[in-house]
């Protein structure tokens, strides 16, 4: 699952987990989590709420997802999160938002390929975990994204995940998986394909396409953990993965997560008869009284 800032943070991963890991084994080997993306500069200030996103969820491996503009903060992050019971470091090259382009950060990375080359090899040494970086499509003439993910590789990454869009592209368009396949024969480590990738059926395709080691599925999953196993949810089973989402995340912030879970509420309530007058009533849900009455409402009106 693909790092989501405001989404994948420690019960939307763990949820996941659970849907996802069908093979009865207690840690899949085949399914991955990742953070919200952290920075490494609030991490050396010691900002609490920056260490509060740290957190490994249960159920699959999960990677911390960094970003930042300074090799000497990666290093000094990557020794801290190296302790914390992740299973891999994710570098951040790919975000494309204004407070993080403008600050270098990113996206910005790609434009500055030296630095993150630089950045790669810092976290590595650092680093008791393996090291993956997380890139867009290069917009600069004057070096490829295979090159990009050459340096990369070549400063210690242990995988690279291409989402196929460019800083300019945002979130619209259409992903390029020409792209993934030419960083698949550019690269000895795995390739993971990344960009609206929404099924299994999609993944499959995209795998045989490009010949990409692993997907990464980013807003196919958002109200929708059954997407990693393929499973149809019924309405029924819907209203399980909203309590039992419901539950984990106020047991792991308290009530005051409402605010966040109705984003999360939005997306599980979306493509049926009445959702709308459901995701209304959810932007106004503030502690257990609300939901329950909010569930109420919806297994009254559409449980059938
Ligand atoms: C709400 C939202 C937050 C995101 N936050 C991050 C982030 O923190 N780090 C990151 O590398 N990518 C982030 N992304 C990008 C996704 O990881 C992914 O690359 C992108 O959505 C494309 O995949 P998809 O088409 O499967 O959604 C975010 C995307 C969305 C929609």
Same mark, same amino acid.
């Given at each position: 699952?693909?790092?989501?800032?405001?989404?994948?943070?420690?019960?939307?991963?763990?949820?996941?987990?659970?849907?996802?890991?069908?093979?009865?084994?207690?840690?899949?080997?085949?399914?991955?989590?990742?953070?919200?993306?952290?920075?490494?500069?609030?991490?050396?200030?010691?900002?609490?709420?920056?260490?509060?996103?740290?957190?490994?969820?249960?159920?699959? /491996?999960?990677?911390?997802?960094?970003?930042?503009?300074?090799?000497?903060?990666?290093?000094?992050?990557?020794?801290?999160?190296?302790?914390?019971?992740?299973?891999?470091?994710?570098?951040?090259?790919?975000?494309?938002?204004?407070?993080?382009?403008?600050?270098?950060?990113?996206?910005?990375?790609?434009?500055?390929?030296?630095?993150?080359?630089?950045?790669?090899?810092?976290?590595?040494?650092?680093?008791?975990?393996?090291?993956?970086?997380?890139?867009?499509?290069?917009?600069?003439?004057? /070096?490829?994204?295979?090159?990009?993910?050459?340096?990369?590789?070549?400063?210690?990454?242990?995988?690279?995940?291409i989402h196929a869009r460019t800083r300019a592209q945002y979130y619209s368009g259409v992903a390029d998986r020409d792209v993934i396949k030419r960083v698949v024969e550019a690269v000895a480590i795995p390739v993971i394909g990344n960009g609206d990738i929404a099924s299994i059926d999609n993944a499959r395709i995209v795998r045989e396409y490009t010949g990409c080691n692993g997907v990464m599925l980013g807003r196919a999953a958002l109200g929708n953990p059954f997407v990693f196993s393929g499973t149809v949810p019924t309405f029924a089973d819907i209203i399980t993965a909203v309590k039992r989402h419901t539950d984990l995340a106020v047991a792991d912030k308290g009530e005051r997560v409402f605010r966040e879970l109705r984003a999360h509420y939005a997306h599980y309530f979306k493509g049926f008869t009445g959702a709308a007058e459901l995701r209304k009533l959810a932007v106004s849900v503030a502690d257990y009284d609300g939901f329950n009455a909010l569930l109420d409402t919806a297994l009254s009106r559409y449980g059938n």
């Open positions: 699952m693909a790092p989501m800032a405001g989404y994948t943070d420690y019960a939307f991963r763990s949820l996941c987990a659970e849907y996802a890991c069908t093979d009865n084994s207690p840690v899949s080997p085949r399914f991955f989590t990742v953070t919200e993306m952290v920075s490494v500069k609030a991490m050396y200030y010691k900002d609490l709420k920056t260490y509060a996103l740290l957190k490994p969820n249960t159920g699959s /491996i999960c990677g911390a997802q960094l970003f930042g503009n300074e090799a000497d903060c990666f290093a000094a992050a990557a020794e801290t999160v190296s302790d914390m019971g992740f299973g891999f470091i994710d570098i951040n090259a790919g975000c494309p938002m204004p407070k993080i382009y403008n600050n270098g950060s990113g996206s910005a990375l790609l434009n500055t390929p030296k630095l993150l080359g630089k950045i790669v090899s810092a976290t590595v040494k650092a680093s008791e975990i393996p090291v993956t970086v997380k890139m867009r499509v290069s917009e600069n003439d004057s /070096i490829s994204t295979e090159d990009i993910a050459r340096i990369c590789e070549y400063n210690g990454a242990a995988a690279v995940t």
